[in-house]
């Protein structure tokens, strides 16, 4: 019994780790759906309004591990949609953030490679197909897009996204 009790606590604690809990199944199917009051402020942005989307840009996924192209360039307070067009025959995505942030959740994912998760800022892409992240940069500074399929981002799957 001794045990018992910090093993939970651990458990508590992974779950809590903010953006990290990709165990929330609830996501999968339901379609994304904007919704203005629950929109969080991050530091590379918040979810963007689709009706306020005023460019769109098409990022190719390929399985040399590679996005094309790998740098985008964005005018601050812009609200863009990203479409991440899976050319590859394997499953690919495309998380915005922080390097710092994106670096963290690549190695949570080598550690739990069956999370599922679905947020505003992740599109999961299936082979042939395409996926959106629509986004509004709010803040000026490098960010990056990544594909944290475990062995992805090591391998180099990283584009940059800058902000003016
Ligand atoms: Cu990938």
């Keep these: 019994m001794q045990h018992a009790l910090p093993a939970l606590a651990m458990a508590a604690a ?4 903010g953006a990290m809990a990709h165990g929330d199944e ?27 989307v005023s460019r769109t840009i098409r990022i190719d996924m390929a399985d040399t591990m590679r996005f094309t192209p790998a740098a985008i360039t964005i005018k601050r307070g812009q609200t863009v949609k990203l479409i991440a067009m899976n050319k590859g025959r394997l499953l690919h995505e495309m998380v915005l953030g922080t390097p710092e942030e994106l670096k963290t959740h690549a190695e ?12 505003a800022h992740i599109t999961h892409v299936k082979p042939g197909k ?3 992240i629509i986004w509004q940069f709010t803040k000026a500074g490098e960010f990056q897009f990544a594909c944290l399929v475990p062995g992805h981002f090591e391998a180099g799957m990283v584009g940059t996204v800058i902000v003016k």
Excluded at 34 to 40: I, L, N
């Design 26 to 52: 609830r996501h999968a199917a339901a379609p994304k759906k904007f919704d203005a009051s629950k929109v969080k402020e991050t530091v590379f942005g918040r979810e963007g309004d689709p009706k306020k």
């Design 14 to 17: 992974v779950v809590a780790s």
């Design 108 to 119: 949570m994912m080598k550690r739990f490679p069956d999370m599922e998760h679905e947020e």
């Design 130 to 132: 395409t996926g959106a």
